[in-house]
């Protein structure tokens, strides 16, 4: 037998892994400089100056400078220029100054500037030292350098006079920005993520970090300007809970809580009333819900001390929200329910904190990690949903940064079972929060309740008068039928709603309206006001109502689909329609650009309905306009975008007349500028997309960046992250 013959290999990386590991590891322009700015924490910068500068010509450049500790060379060496490096981890246990645990440990920080910009700038003077050092990076010519990584190499300018205050700190500037397209909404939603960096519910006066956001361009300082702390709104939230959870005596885990009900500027003639109540004590987790806590626990049982092992004593606040537009005005004054909805919508959900400084993507528009939305769908007249409630979880980077392990995209913890213990006790006390609140709620729900509901005729009584005018008039062949259909929806309606709990929610609006139209096609028949074809037409309407809604109350299928999948649906649904109407159709994924493609979670044939109703409001607008301009040919966009909002996004667009109501009232239900329309199109759309994490948007062709050819409507569907 012949003898084998070894030889040993080096294991080698090719220099292109930076584009990869850039692109691949940090999920967004504004994840991008959050990493930049945690090194900043890191090295105790007390603030952070970050300039975006000439943002709409090719010399666009940002700036991020610091006044921390700086980096010497052999940081710089050891630390910024090794990829992976664990030097945070094992030689910098904290920082010297403010000894903060260094948010920064998995060594690819320094890629975010690559995933920004193809050339970047470090200039850094270490405390202590005279003189600082420069170095210039051309991403793509160093990656071209050579195929092994290996080769790459970096020179190193030393002794160089880099102006800092206090003669301290680090400055990189990024050019050559690999984003063109600087938008409001990119520029709205990178300085939102960036003020949320810091906690902004609380301020530790001993270790103060601020970031400031600058610009050179006027309109770009505007928008900049323009995007609200949630500072401005939290102090005024109609309903307040603060919580400290820790470990007490004998085992049992300790509560302290404190609840706020905060009306203002409510009727005199009201009976909602300020109030608060605190307690401390211990908390009771349903076994049934918490098993994985305890094993052992067969129906209750309380939060030991042991259950907090790896989370250890944490804190917590949560701010809840009523958007009626009646209360928002009481609150904030007339006329600024838009701005506060808006900013309310934006920095909805709940955020964890670690040493003050924020862990994505708890809390983003697409996160919904405490399953708020979830357990509303099951019980709405007891919950709150996700996007009422400002929260924040405030956790110890030091005791919780070997058990809490953030993944490596900055995008969560690694869901083990202490996460998952975290995740279970947090969503006890939520629903603590909302038991505590439920009174004030109800209350305020009597105060908001259109009159006209409160008066309604009981359904039975208003049926039983359209069924006996019915038989009186020998109309049963016409109308029977109608009828008999509507009274059984109604009720099959009422019985989903009462055994789920749901009477709370939108849909109930749906449910009362039934109620109350029946009860006026009865008055109207007591009068002899009513023709039979008027009731024909207003009976066949409720039906249609309660057809289109009832899906939305039994939704149990939750299958995953690809968006090119129900997009070919929506398509093949209405091609004879945009033929007939001579519509110039646009759908990229359709003709096979199947890059930006992305899977979909949900009740299928609701989001199927969803954007058919966007498609149907768009056809009939651009016929209108083409009615009024013969020479604007009808055109639809349907298309994809996985860049520019907090999901991924199906995007409908037109020529049509554009959006003459104020956002809000687009998604009121029955208000409607379409004639003989019903004004449940984008209700129902908004409904959708809120039992799913999702939400609908309306927003400016121009601010999106669309070809000037569709220059009418544009509505935005994003859906959750985790559909990518």
Known sequence: MQNSDIKRYNLKAN???????????????????????????????????????????????????????????????????????????????????????????????????????????????????????????????????????????????????????????????????????????????????????????????????????????????????????????????????????????????????????????????????????????????????????????????????????????????????????????????????????????????????????RVYNYGEPSDDWLLLNQTRNKRSGDHFSKNQVVGALNLDLGKTKDTLIEKTNREGFIENECYERLRLIVQTIFEKFEKIALHDRENVRLYIQDPKQKNDRAFESSIQKIEDYIDEKGLKEDLGVLVSKVKKGYYEMQDVMLNSGLRGSNLAIVFHEVCREMGFISQDISNNRIKIEDIKIRVHSLMELIEKFTPLLKQNKHKTYKASEIIKRVIDIHQRRFKFHSIDFECPIQQGNTIDDFTITGDGGLILGAISNIIDNAIYWVDVRHEKEKMVKPSILLSIDLRSFDGPAIVVADNGTGFSMDYDDMIRPFYTLKPGGMGIGLYYVNIVMNSIGGKLLFVNGKDYDLSDKYDGACVILVFPNKNV
């Open 15 to 357: 220099s292109h892994i930076i584009t990869l590991l850039g692109d691949e590891l940090i999920g967004s322009d504004s994840l991008a400089l959050f990493e930049i700015v945690k090194n900043s924490y890191d090295a105790d910068a007390t603030v952070v100056n970050i300039q975006l500068n000439n943002m709409f010509s090719e010399n666009a450049e940002i700036i991020i400078e610091d006044n921390g500790n700086g980096m010497s060379l052999d940081v710089i060496e050891k630390a910024w220029l090794t990829l992976g490096t664990d030097y945070k981890r094992k030689i910098v246990k904290e920082s010297p100054v403010f000894h903060r645990t260094s948010l920064g440990n998995k060594g690819v920080g320094r890629l975010a500037t690559h995933r920004l910009a193809n050339k970047i700038m470090l200039e850094t003077q270490a405390k202590g030292e005279d003189q600082g050092s420069r170095l210039v990076i051309d991403w793509k010519r160093l990656i071209n350098s050579s195929d092994v990584i290996d080769d790459l190499y970096v020179n190193v300018e030393r002794n160089v006079k880099c102006s800092f205050v206090n003669n301290q700190g680090t400055r990189i500037t990024l050019s050559e920005l690999r984003e063109k397209k600087w938008t409001q909404s990119k520029i709205s939603t990178m300085v939102r993520k960036l003020q949320n960096i810091i906690n902004p519910f609380y301020i530790n006066e001993n270790d103060k970090f601020g970031i400031n956001i600058i610009s050179n361009v006027n309109q770009i300082q505007e928008w900049i300007d323009s995007v609200m702390s949630p500072r401005d709104i939290l102090s005024s939230a109609l309903y307040q809970f603060n919580f400290k959870l820790y470990r007490g005596d004998n085992e049992i885990a300790v509560i302290e809580w404190e609840y706020k009900f905060s009306p203002k500027n409510f009727s005199q003639q009201s009976s909602i009333k300020p109030h608060a109540e605190s307690n401390k004590g211990d908390l009771l987790i349903r076994g049934n819900l918490f098993k994985e806590i305890d094993s052992s626990s067969r129906a209750q049982h309380l939060l030991k001390n042991k259950n907090l092992d790896g989370i250890e004593n944490f804190s917590g606040e949560f701010f809840a929200f009523n958007l009626n537009k009646k209360i928002i005005d009481s609150i904030y004054g007339y006329g600024n329910s838009g701005k506060v909805k808006d900013l309310i919508e934006n920095f909805s959900g709940v955020r964890i904190y670690r040493d003050g400084i």
